[in-house]
């Protein structure tokens, strides 16, 4: 644990007891305790421990990471008992906010200390007594949750082999620092959807802007988890003639580029919704530029800042198998080769010639495996194709392609562009949409929030993420720059994975 992870835990345990101080110092001052006690950290909970005669070891536990929050939320509650208040609703309101509530509390000439002798006369029912330990289950796992680590499920090939699909892993949310979420009202354990009911999970009555607890940049060659960037507009996934029609493989805004925007709500207008950013599909790839890069890929070989990418071993891409004449190639044949494909992902693919296959490999089993006199492998390289971002026009992007593709700048916070039609294309949509600028352009002359502009300083950080599994990942190609605020945390650890039965090999693993 690095210092800056050190730092959120300290900063978390200081607000849990630090936040709520004014009220205590009002309820000390009604259990004749002198007030001055509420105002020193973590020494008024042991106060309030002899105020409610409790075990004095529950003091110590505040200290032990993440489990002493619990243990803190624990003394306010059993505090606050001795005030008469054993309602559900005001335990719940000691535990989400006790800056407000004991206020109240202290305030209220209403409520009268009662001490420990008390509450001894108060008597939870079973019922009860279930429904707070569910409470609190909730309010840990939310904080855990949130501050410290997430599960994530690798739902599609795209990070094979580096991740496979049905690895569960845990998201490390303190190595980039902890995002406070845009939409903190929102049903526990849900991302953006409740189930069966297919409504909202969430409510935006309160939109907390980007906020993220000591931030630390993402690092290159990090597998990260992100909200996918284009998913803040998004057809809702309508059954039509028992098809998914769209979803995450094909975005709003593709949708639009294929059918154009009056046909996309003609037709679909009805399903059409936008998410705030926390609650955009989670996606996951691997940090290939970070902000200030220039990528390319020539010829299937990614080049960051005019160098070659490191060698990852288990990153995949198609090569083309040569056979001698006369040899059938199958995936039988290939899997006797050495190399580990499965038809069942499309590792392998027909070209029309028998002794000639499309073969999905990593570096690693390209350089390691030998092939027999006679065979050879060649580069496949995709051809053109007009869905990769910026989405081509007379000169940027016209001949790229997922093989050829760049040179392109990743924005940097306080990098400065020149606001020419060859920029906008790159960058428009991170002025407008990522960063919030009203754009016009009036007759050629751009304005920006309505002053005129010739350039445009970015005000955040940006990203470059690609699948090890180059051929099947649909990744910053195809939709464009990942911005800071949409990063969720860096994948770190399996700790589950299956196929037909447990991976026992693949199990605590750490992810690199």
């Given at each position: 644990m690095?210092?800056?992870?050190?730092?959120?835990?300290?900063?978390?345990?200081?607000?849990?007891?630090?936040?709520?101080?004014?009220?205590?110092y009002?309820?000390?001052?009604?259990a004749?305790?002198p007030?001055?006690?509420?105002?020193?950290?973590?020494?008024?909970?042991?106060f309030?421990?002899?105020?409610a005669?409790?075990?004095?070891w529950?003091?110590f536990?505040?200290?032990?990471?993440v489990?002493?929050?619990?243990?803190?939320?624990?003394?306010l509650?059993?505090?606050?008992?001795?005030f008469?208040?054993?309602?559900?609703?005001?335990h719940?309101?000691?535990?989400?906010?006790?800056?407000?509530?004991?206020v109240?509390?202290?305030?209220?000439k209403?409520?009268?200390f009662?001490?420990?002798?008390?509450v001894?006369?108060?008597?939870?029912?079973?019922?009860?007594?279930w429904?707070?330990?569910?409470?609190?289950?909730?309010?840990?796992?939310?904080?855990?949750?949130?501050?410290?680590?997430?599960?994530?499920?690798i739902?599609?090939?795209?990070?094979?082999?580096?991740?496979?699909?049905?690895d569960?892993?845990?998201?490390?949310?303190?190595?980039?620092?902890?995002?406070i979420?845009?939409?903190?009202?929102?049903?526990?354990?849900?991302h953006?959807?409740?189930p069966?009911?297919n409504?909202?999970?969430y409510?935006?009555?309160?939109?907390?802007?980007?906020t993220?607890?000591?931030?630390?940049?993402?690092?290159?060659?990090?597998?990260?988890?992100?909200?996918?960037?284009?998913?803040?507009?998004?057809?809702?996934?309508?059954?039509?003639?028992g098809?998914q029609?769209?979803g995450?493989?094909?975005?709003y805004?593709?949708?639009?580029?294929?059918?154009?925007?009056?046909?996309v709500?003609?037709?679909?207008g009805?399903?059409?919704?936008?998410?705030?950013?926390?609650?955009?599909?989670?996606?996951i790839k691997?940090?290939?530029?970070i902000?200030?890069?220039?990528?390319?890929?020539?010829n299937g070989?990614?080049?960051?800042?005019?160098?070659?990418?490191?060698?990852?071993?288990k990153?995949?891409r198609?090569?083309l198998?040569?056979a001698?004449?006369?040899?059938?190639?199958?995936?039988?044949?290939?899997?006797d080769?050495?190399y580990?494909?499965?038809?069942?992902q499309?590792?392998?693919?027909?070209?029309?010639?028998?002794?000639?296959l499309?073969v999905?490999i990593?570096?690693e089993?390209?350089?390691?495996?030998?092939?027999?006199q006679?065979?050879?492998?060649?580069?496949?390289?995709f051809?053109?194709?007009?869905?990769?971002?910026?989405?081509y026009?007379?000169?940027?992007?016209?001949?790229?392609?997922a093989?050829n593709?760049?040179?392109?700048?990743?924005?940097?916070k306080n990098?400065?562009?020149q606001?020419?039609?060859?920029?906008?294309?790159?960058?428009?949509?991170?002025?407008?949409i990522?960063e919030?600028?009203?754009?016009?352009?009036?007759?050629g002359?751009?304005f920006?929030?309505?002053?005129?502009?010739?350039?445009?300083?970015f005000?955040?950080?940006?990203?470059?993420l690609?699948?090890?599994n180059?051929?099947?990942?649909?990744?910053?190609?195809?939709?464009?720059?990942?911005?800071?605020?949409h990063?969720?945390?860096?994948?770190?650890l399996?700790?589950?994975?299956y196929?037909?039965?447990?991976?026992?090999?693949?199990?605590?693993?750490?992810?690199?």
């Open positions: 690095d210092s800056g992870q050190i730092g959120i835990l300290i900063l978390i345990s200081l607000i849990v007891v630090v936040a709520p101080v004014f009220g205590i009002k309820m000390f001052l009604k004749g305790q007030g001055w006690k509420a105002f020193i950290p973590f020494l008024n909970t042991w309030m421990l002899e105020i005669k409790k075990p004095k529950w003091f536990a505040q200290f032990i990471p489990v002493g929050w619990f243990f803190s939320i624990v003394i509650i059993e505090f606050v008992k001795c008469n208040k054993f309602k559900f609703y005001q719940a309101a000691t535990a989400f906010v006790p800056f407000l509530y004991f109240y509390v202290g305030s209220n209403k409520d009268r009662i001490g420990p002798e008390g001894k006369h108060y008597k939870k029912s079973t019922a009860r007594e429904v707070d330990a569910a409470v609190f289950a909730i309010v840990a796992a939310t904080l855990i949750r949130t501050f410290v680590f997430e599960a994530y499920t739902p599609t090939p795209s990070e094979e082999k580096t991740l496979l699909v049905n569960f892993l845990f998201v490390s949310k303190s190595t980039y620092g902890p995002r979420p845009n939409t903190p009202l929102a049903m526990p354990f849900m953006h959807t409740i069966f009911l409504i909202k999970s409510v935006e009555w309160i939109h907390i802007p980007y993220r607890w000591f931030a630390s940049p993402v690092k290159r060659d990090d597998a990260v988890v992100f909200n996918f960037p284009v998913n803040d507009t998004l057809i809702n996934d309508p059954i039509v003639d098809q029609q769209f995450s493989q094909i975005t805004y593709e949708a639009v580029r294929q059918l154009g925007r009056d046909k709500w003609e037709t679909y009805k399903y059409i919704i936008t998410r705030p950013v926390d609650k955009r599909e989670n996606f691997r940090c290939v530029g902000a200030g890069d220039t990528i390319q890929v020539i070989k990614l080049m960051i800042n005019g160098k070659p990418e490191d060698f990852f071993p990153s995949e198609f090569y198998l040569h001698p004449e006369g040899v059938n190639l199958d995936e039988d044949k290939v899997m080769l050495g580990k494909v499965r038809t069942s499309g590792d392998v693919e027909t070209t029309g010639k028998a002794n000639l499309k999905n990593t570096n089993e390209k350089n390691t495996v030998k092939l027999p006679g065979y050879f492998l060649t580069d496949y390289i051809e053109h194709r007009d869905d990769l971002f910026p989405y026009s007379d000169s940027t992007g016209k001949d790229w392609s093989d593709y760049g040179p392109l700048w990743i924005p940097k990098g400065t562009i606001l020419t039609p060859d920029n906008l294309i790159r960058y428009q949509r991170c002025i407008e990522y919030g600028n009203k754009f016009e352009n009036r007759g002359k751009y920006i929030n309505g002053v005129a502009a010739t350039s445009y300083t005000k955040m950080d940006y990203y470059w690609m699948g090890d180059r051929h099947h990942s649909l990744d910053s190609r195809y939709w464009g720059f990942v911005p800071e605020d990063v969720v945390g860096k994948a770190s399996i700790w589950f994975s196929e037909n039965g447990p991976r026992w090999n693949r199990l605590f693993r750490w992810i690199k």
